[in-house]
């Protein structure tokens, strides 16, 4: 990262705010404790006390809770941007796990040092408040997708919204996104078999929609899947590129 003003997060707040140099110090001083972890390795355990939270520089997480029987739920992924246990912080105590999905290097904030930064910069924190808003708005949309959208339109919509995402940090377009997730992970995120999973993508690829392969989603038709999908972006509160 050669300036903090095009890390994925600043990135990210510019949609809230155009932020100011004072805020844009601040912001590379939560940035200066980075650490790297290792795949599969949680970050943040179901029950923690929430000492520290971290902002994702580069690689995807997931964050997720496992069921008294042992299934996993994963609620959502992280990608570079992102918070990490920002809720356990002001909560005091993680209601989720978050584990790496692949190798990631994550800056380290302190309960302390981030709300320092609140009291200091108060516009940086209304910007960090609307990106953890954003966050709240797309489980909602999880949530939806869950109880009411077929595997077909679940799969389709979830790929378009990573899409949209990755495409505000400058890591994706409408032609497609480098995507780190197995099989596992899409059963895990939206309530589907690993089985059923391979059976969706297989009939979207087959239908030109959107192939997801060898660590690459590329989409086909992409008006089609949006209207299949019934993918409306207002939820994601982006500025920047989205996937038209």
Same mark, same amino acid.
Request: hydrophobic share 45%; glycine share 8%; aromatic share 6%.
């Given at each position: ?54 902002? *994702? /520089? ?47 290097? /994550? ?11 609140? /009291? ?18 797309? @489980? ?54 690993? @089985? ?7 009939? *979207? ?36 590129? *989205? *996937?038209?």
């Amino acid at each position: 990262m050669n300036s903090i003003e095009h890390s994925p997060l600043a990135r990210k707040l510019s949609a809230f705010a155009t932020l100011s140099k004072d805020e844009l110090a601040v912001l590379t001083q939560l940035h200066q404790r980075r650490k790297t972890f290792a795949a599969g390795c949680d970050l943040v355990h179901q029950g923690q006390p929430g000492q520290a939270a971290y902002i *994702l /520089a580069s690689g995807w997480a997931c964050s997720y809770k496992i069921q008294p029987e042992g299934s996993r739920q994963i609620v959502d992924f992280q990608i570079p941007g992102d918070f990490l246990g920002l809720r356990s912080v002001l909560l005091r105590t993680s209601d989720h796990s978050i584990e790496p999905v692949v190798e990631i290097e /994550a800056a380290e904030v302190m309960a302390d040092d981030l709300l320092g930064a609140f /009291a200091d910069t108060p516009r940086l924190a209304a910007a960090i408040l609307w990106a953890a808003s954003r966050d709240e708005a797309m @489980v909602v949309e999880h949530l939806v997708g869950l109880g009411r959208r077929d595997a077909d339109a679940r799969m389709a919509h979830f790929l378009l919204e990573l899409g949209a995402r990755l495409a505000f940090v400058g890591l994706g377009s409408k032609e497609g996104y480098a995507c780190p997730l197995t099989q596992y992970h899409l059963a895990d995120a939206l309530g589907l078999t690993a @089985v059923h999973v391979n059976r969706v993508l297989r009939q *979207l690829r087959e239908r030109k929609l959107v192939t997801f392969r060898e660590g690459h989603v590329k989409f086909g038709d992409i008006d089609r899947l949006m209207e299949m999908a019934d993918f409306d972006p207002a939820y994601l509160d982006q500025t920047g590129p *989205l *996937l038209k």
